[in-house]
């Protein structure tokens, strides 16, 4: 989720300059300009949408799988030994990234609610202020005069127009202005687009750019009305007077509605907008304004938005395009049933944790213990494969063609994962949970850390008390692990920190030279069947 948020801030940054562009250029062209923020709010929606739903099928290959070992940090960085070994990023990460998602979720969650509440509230409150208003006629128009509110459009399928009572003193050909310009709000359906800005707004309140795109909407749209108004063949400087006249005897604030009382700079910059003459090199400035607006879009609509699972980077084209440097994996149309038919649970250890298995599109999502999801796409109609990996999952079938297992094929090993109900995975949920909550970890999970950081050190692990997949691992990793531990020195203690999210007994050792972190899990076996281990 952070990705795609920071992407999404992008994207409407980019757009909020393209269109901060096109408004220079369209004010030397003295033409409106309400429509290029409207386009640009639409826009920093519609390009991230589309980005997410459509995908360019380009020959190539596989990129190269990350080496199992690639260390960023000395003290921070962890391998995951398990399943998740094929994952460019450890369980420790995805872990981590999922707890932030779940925060960002939260805060999301109530920052809309917070914003929909002040603005159903504000509505709410306007509306009960509007009991005590009075309908009346100003320049032959219906209007509502209220004590202090105005003058501005209220409302959204009926909108109407209210000043506030003081206006009724100003000379009629003031008046007429004030309600010339409140009707060409009403004819241009700046309360309705306001409207909708604001519910854009509330959907994502944390994309700061959308703020001032709102901001600019407003004010783009006081502007054209400004325009509109001159143009009829009001006087200018008339007019500007009759704003001044406004601005010096502000209304109470309505910021969720169009209203011509603005604050006393915003209001010197629309009488300066009107009486601007313009340049002699307008016409080139337009264009260079325009230009780079419309290179500012398309760079926008460039930005790369963060890897989704089910947008595969693999090749759907014949094996003769296969480069020479890898061997090419060519996706196999499997039929919806049969995708169907793998979907549901898989015992990855005895009595402790199962992988999920779902459908999506023409492909497959393989969610391991504690890791997020992953697309697995078909080579045949039984093996599916991982990007940018060297994994692979199969399954196999009963005599009525019915899948009874998968097995994850990684690193020369195989781990046959047996199919369970969804009565059973239910139940390992519930005991993963129940242990979370009491913080209890597995029976032996101490013993058996102390086993394998001794059979490290040896040079002789303890391979027999491991699944197949962990096994090789550790077998690969060995040397690594070696000099690691090594580096840290003796160990003096054993703690436990917690059971994190996935169930796994997270355990701080103390060492001669420092410390570090090491995450297991086991079965019900005694079988360590997971772990994360620092390198």
């Keep these: 989720m952070l990705p795609w948020m920071i992407y999404l801030i992008l994207v409407t ?24 923020w409207l386009l640009a709010m639409t826009a920093s929606v519609l390009i991230p949408a589309l980005a997410a739903s459509v995908s360019l099928q380009v020959p190539g290959t596989l990129h190269a799988a990350l080496p199992a070992g690639a260390a960023m940090s000395r003290h ?20 981590s990234l999922r707890e932030i998602d779940v925060w960002l979720q939260r805060f999301w969650i109530l920052a809309s609610s917070a914003l929909a509440i002040l603005l159903i509230g504000s509505g ?44 009724t003193e100003l000379p009629d050909a003031q008046q007429s202005l004030v309600i010339a310009h409140e009707v060409a709000h009403l004819r241009a359906r700046d309360p309705q687009a306001l409207a909708a800005a604001l519910s854009l707004l509330v959907c994502v309140p944390w994309n700061v750019p959308l703020w001032w795109l709102v901001r600019r909407l407003r004010r783009a749209s006081e502007v054209d009305c400004d325009a509109g108004i001159v143009r009829s063949g009001v006087d200018a400087k008339q007019y500007g007077e009759t704003l001044l006249a406004i601005g010096q005897r502000q209304s109470a604030s309505i910021n969720t509605v169009a209203a011509m009382s603005q604050p006393q700079s915003f209001l010197e910059e629309r009488i300066t907008i009107m009486l601007r003459k313009p340049s002699k090199s307008w016409a080139l400035m337009a264009a260079a304004f325009s230009g780079l ?14 890897q989704s699972p089910g947008a595969p980077r693999v090749t759907r084209a014949a094996p003769e395009i296969a480069s020479t440097a890898a061997p090419q994996r060519v996706l ?9 038919g793998y979907a549901g649970y898989y015992e990855y250890g005895e009595g402790a944790e199962f992988t999920t298995v779902k459908r999506e599109s023409d492909h497959l999502m393989v969610e391991f213990p504690g890791i997020a999801p992953q697309a697995m796409y078909p080579q045949s109609l039984t093996v599916f494969f991982g990007e940018d990996t060297d994994a692979q999952v199969s399954f196999i079938h009963d005599q009525n063609g019915s899948a009874v297992a998968a097995v994850l094929h990684q690193n020369g090993a195989s781990t046959t994962m047996r199919r369970i109900d969804t009565g059973t995975a239910d139940r390992l949920r519930a005991a993963t949970a129940a242990k979370v909550q009491k913080q209890a970890p597995a029976p032996g999970s101490e013993a058996m850390l102390r086993r394998v950081i001794d059979g490290i050190v040896s040079g002789n692990p303890n391979l027999q008390e491991m699944n ?60 360590l069947i997971g772990a994360m281990v620092p390198l």
């Excluded at 921070?76 to 070994?85: D, G, K």
């Excluded at 607006?293 to 963060?306: D, H």
């Excluded at 690969?476 to 920190?497: E, F, H, M, T, W």
Aim: hydrophobic letters at 50%; a positive charge; one cysteine or more.
């Design 13 to 36: 940054l980019l757009v909020s300059v393209a269109a901060l562009a096109a408004e220079r250029a369209a004010r030397l062209r003295r033409a409106p300009c309400r429509w290029i």
């Design 468 to 527: 197949p997949q962990l096994a090789a691992a550790i077998r690969n990793d060995l040397p690594k692990l070696q000099a690691r531990l090594a580096d840290l020195g003796a160990v003096q203690s054993i703690k436990l920190l917690s059971v994190d999210e996935a169930g796994m007994d997270v355990y701080e050792v103390r060492h001669e030279r420092g410390s570090a972190q090491w995450s297991l899990a086991l079965d019900s076996n005694g079988t």
């Design 76 to 95: 921070l960085n962890y391998e995951t030994l398990a399943a998740s070994n094929w994952l460019s990023a450890g369980a420790h990460r995805a872990i």
């Design 293 to 306: 607006s419309l290179t500012l879009v398309a760079v926008a609509t460039q930005v790369s938005p963060p």
């Design 124 to 167: 709410a409150n306007l509306r009960r202020r509007q009991r005590a208003w009075i309908i009346g006629s100003v320049a032959g128009v219906r209007v509502y005069v209220a004590a202090d509110i105005g003058p501005a459009v209220v409302g959204i399928f009926r909108p109407r127009i209210v000043i506030p009572h003081w206006l």
């Design 332 to 340: 196999v149309p499997v039929p919806s049933a049969v995708l169907d």
